[in-house]
């Protein structure tokens, strides 16, 4: 009897996973990484590197780290081998040897470009920063790293230099000559449009406590340090320039001539800060080192690379300070736990503004690493974005935004690129969530949880009987752990079953289905120890089962995307309380009404009964902790009745939570000694119990009055059959009747009329109400024989020849109905459903022929079996089971 609420200060799960949908096809801009090894020289390098800074002896103990074990189980999974570290790598080789090609497209998939810094050691045995074009969508840049180039000039200056052999200040000249080959370098870079930044691991070198002070100060105590080289140089086994004043000079050099550049796009210095190997002086590695340097140049970008791990507080407060500084949250992925990433992604956030912040893989080497950060990154930021969205301390648009800006605008604008943002497929490539395996998405539900005994795979059959399996959860992990997938062989005679395991003449006990859960649907519950999931039939082939109610609507939903037609769904939830009581000799009454004080609909009076509120507020403390949020709660018409509104979601996704939702309320009842039935009349003289639908398009058009009219046109012109679905059960039609605000028996619709069996709400225009279903049908057919019907009516433009009815339909006239074109009233019983569902063959086709005669058979044996029960003998008997 109640609508939605309009305004909420958290998303709707819809914008929720639009937030994510965002997350998965978001082209990276790979803002920092190093080439891949050319494939006869990835043998000179360890492996185990793709997850560790760690080098020599000490990478081996990087095998009982927390991101080792996790790169285990997502390459296993992307590699559909053991989740072992040598399957694993037999599994790569395999890889390297079939055609290592399509594997590195595969690990470099939904990466835009890289920007690559080309100067790691070992530069013969890598590919050229162009090589990587064939791997990416837009052409990838270089990043000059300075002190390669300083330390190559200065090595050639000493290899050839003989002071003996010289006249004059000899020291001083080849000083010169060394800045002057230098500058000219860096000069030429500056106007290449392949180089669009700089990098510094002056880090590595001597510290980033870079020493700001007067040019003559800084260049004559260089020029000492430079002749102290040159003079032992035969005796040095020169490699690296690890002086600091020399270091220190080639920096500010850099940063001078992008300074002194007359261009205003000024290319960005990349300073490697905080995480790294052995080689690094951790002490001097935090970014706030480098403070007064970033003062002495407020013109030129400077990029603090990987979150400055340990120190990420110090990057995003340097970033949030300084107009020229911008945070990079790149290696952290994926050298860092999954916690750490994810506490690493909200100290950044802290503070700093997300137009200062840009992600990178540091892939080097080996494509996986390319493969595990993207992936890494994907999962985190879903977590915690769309946390933050749930929460309501971002909006899902400005979170969409951030998204948007973090993996490609702000690189995009800050190295000049030019580059267009174009969507990428959502099921093509491993980056696009691939990886989420049953494995994966059962341990991120489980996350911060205790481990359960139980798992529940569940489905809900013709008779919209809900059943399930239960197996151990032990048995689950030790199937995924082997890298094996879970489904569990279900006879075809679940099809052909009524309520209390009768099978009908037609169906046969022979054959069976496989049931494979749906591990994305998990929820807590519905009791303690217990987890649950929804499971879909197919058949040993893999193909769908003709008869599963769950893929029928799936398919209803591939059908509306096909035509641009996407759908909130969301369900009121009507229940009544009784109380049991012993039956008597020659008595069946096994429930009684509750005990009331004048109950009726919204009164606050019941809710002073302790056992009656305490109940009701656990059953949304139930919910909320499941994930499930509920809108309202109030009392309803009849005794011990009241509505739970839930909010919506996707159709699939609605359907399951209805269906959990319910078995949740039902436990709780069941413990606080009630019993709660959904029956659609369980008293005669009292109101009611339905679970109105709501349904609104949710595509970018819906809000046009030609495609919703043409929906509900559609739901209108096959509302007779689509009843065979929404009120399936003969206890259904104790409740269809005309003045009860139950939706009346007439085929029409009025604005805010709840004597019309669709309810036009308004708000959005799209959003309306059918009233004609109760807690008896299944909800997944009868979801999908709405949707069928709707968008059949968008696809054909079913003009609505219904006209706004604003009064009862059943107090209008002869003629009133020939205006408002209310020409056909509902079904009355369950056989006139089904002939009128039997007689639609346009919504037979759309739902399935075979499914179709199989639901008649299931119905009509039902009908007949409960035909020979007298009306309180199949009250009780039916209260016992919904």
């Known amino acids: 009897m109640t609508s939605w609420v309009g305004a909420r200060a958290t998303a709707t799960p819809a914008q929720v996973d639009a937030v994510a949908r965002t997350i998965r096809i978001t082209p990276v801009i790979d803002h920092h990484a190093h080439p891949l090894l050319k494939l006869e020289a990835q043998s000179k390098q360890p492996l185990l590197a793709i997850t560790t800074e760690a080098n020599g002896d000490a990478i081996h103990a990087a095998t009982t780290s927390l991101p080792h074990f996790r790169a285990v189980r997502q390459l296993a999974s992307v590699l559909s081998c053991g989740y072992t570290w040598e399957s694993v790598v037999a599994a790569i080789e395999e890889k390297r040897l079939d055609c290592p090609e399509d594997w590195t497209a595969e690990c470099l998939a939904g990466i835009e470009t890289i920007l690559v810094d080309d100067g790691l050691d070992g530069e013969d045995d890598a590919n050229a920063f162009s090589w990587h074009d064939d791997y990416t969508r837009s052409r990838c840049k270089r990043i000059v790293r300075i002190e390669k180039i300083a330390g190559d000039i200065l090595k050639r200056i000493g290899s050839g230099f003989d002071k003996s052999a010289q006249t004059g200040d000899v020291f001083d000249d080849a000083f010169d000559e060394w800045t002057q080959e230098f500058d000219s370098y860096i000069a030429s870079a500056i106007e290449d449009p392949d180089v669009v930044g700089f990098k510094s691991v002056v880090c590595y070198r001597t510290g980033l406590d870079i020493t700001v002070e007067p040019n003559e100060v800084h260049e004559t105590r260089a020029r000492a340090d430079f002749r102290e080289i040159l003079a032992n140089f035969a005796l040095l086994d020169f490699n690296k320039l690890q002086t600091k004043s020399l270091n220190d000079l080639i920096v500010h050099r850099t940063a001078q001539l992008i300074y002194d550049s007359p261009s205003r796009q000024k290319k960005p210095i990349q300073f490697h800060t905080g995480l790294g190997d052995n080689d690094l002086a951790l002490s001097k590695s935090s970014p706030s080192h480098l403070q007064e340097f970033i003062k002495s140049y407020p013109t030129v970008p400077i990029v603090l690379l990987h979150a400055g791990y340990p120190f990420t507080r110090e990057t995003g407060y340097l970033a949030s300070v300084y107009e020229n500084v911008y945070a990079d949250i790149g290696e952290v992925f994926p050298c860092v736990s999954q916690d750490g990433q994810e506490r690493i992604l909200r100290e950044i956030l802290e503070l700093c503004p997300w137009s200062k912040i840009l992600w990178s893989t540091d892939g080097h080497w080996f494509p996986e690493t390319y493969l595990l950060a993207v992936l890494q990154m994907r999962e985190v930021f879903e977590t915690v974005v769309c946390d933050y969205v749930r929460k309501g301390h971002i909006g899902w648009r400005a979170a969409i935004q951030l998204i948007q800006d973090i993996l490609f605008k702000n690189a995009n604008k800050l190295y000049h690129l030019d580059l267009e943002l174009i ?149 009121e939830i009507e229940f009544l309380l009784v109380q049991r009581v012993d039956p008597k000799p020659g008595d069946t009454t096994r429930y009684e009404t509750l005990r009331t004080d004048g109950h009726a609909w919204s009164v606050s009076r019941y809710f002073a009964d302790p056992k009656i509120a305490t109940l009701l507020r656990d059953m949304v403390s139930a919910l909320d902790d499941m994930g499930i949020y509920v809108e309202q709660l109030h009392a309803e018409s009849a005794t011990g009745q009241f509505e739970l509104i839930l909010p919506p979601y996707p159709p699939v996704q609605a359907a399951d939570t209805l269906l959990h939702t319910r078995d949740v309320m039902s436990a709780l009842a069941t413990a606080a000694g009630f019993k709660l039935t ?93 009233k004609t279903i109760d807690g008896m049908a299944n909800p997944y057919l009868a979801i999908a024989a709405v949707l069928f019907a709707g968008i059949k009516g968008v696809v054909d433009r079913e003009p609505m020849v219904w006209g706004d009815c604003e009064v009862d339909p059943a107090k209008l006239t002869a003629n009133d109905r020939k205006e408002l074109g209310v020409t056909e009233m509902l079904p009355g019983s369950v056989p006139e459903a089904l002939e009128a569902l039997k007689g639609d063959t346009v919504l037979g086709e759309l739902l399935g022929p075979e499914l179709v005669e199989r639901y008649v058979a299931i119905k009509e044996f039902e009908a007949e079996f409960l035909g020979k029960m007298d009306a309180e003998e199949r009250r009780q008997w039916l209260m016992e089971r919904y």
């Not at 096959?718 to 009346?744: K, M």
């Open 423 to 571: 969507e990428l497929e959502e099921e093509s490539g491993i980056s696009q969530g691939a990886g989420q395996s049953d494995a994966d998405l059962l341990r991120a539900f489980l996350k911060n949880q205790t481990a359960p005994d139980f798992v529940r795979i569940c489905w809900n059959d013709f008779t919209a009987s809900q059943r399930m399996r239960m197996v151990p959860f032990r048995k689950i992990t030790s199937l995924l752990d082997d890298g094996k997938g879970l489904d569990i062989g279900i006879t075809k005679a679940a099809f052909g079953l009524i309520q209390n395991d009768w099978l009908i003449p037609s169906a046969s006990p022979a054959g069976e289905y496989r049931l494979h859960p749906d591990f994305s649907s998990l929820k807590k519950g519905p009791i303690e120890g217990h987890i649950s999931m929804n499971g879909e039939f197919r058949e040993k082939s893999g193909a769908p089962a003709p008869f599963c109610p769950r893929s029928a609507l799936q398919r209803a939903v591939e059908y509306g995307a096909e035509n641009d037609c996407t759908f909130l769904i969301g369900f």
């Open 678 to 770: 959904l029956y659609p009349k369980p008293f005669a003289h009292a109101c009611g119990t339905a679970s109105h639908m709501h349904m609104s398009l949710s595509s970018p058009n819906g809000s046009r009055p030609e495609i919703y009219r043409s929906l509900y046109a559609g739901v209108l012109k096959h509302l007779r059959a689509i009843l065979a679905f929404t009120y399936s059960n003969p206890a259904s039609y104790e409740r269809s009747v005309d003045g009860a605000w139950s939706g009346g028996r007439w085929v029409t619709w009025g604005t805010q009329n709840r004597e019309t069996p669709l309810r036009r709400i308004d708000t959005p225009p799209s959003h309306w109400e059918l």
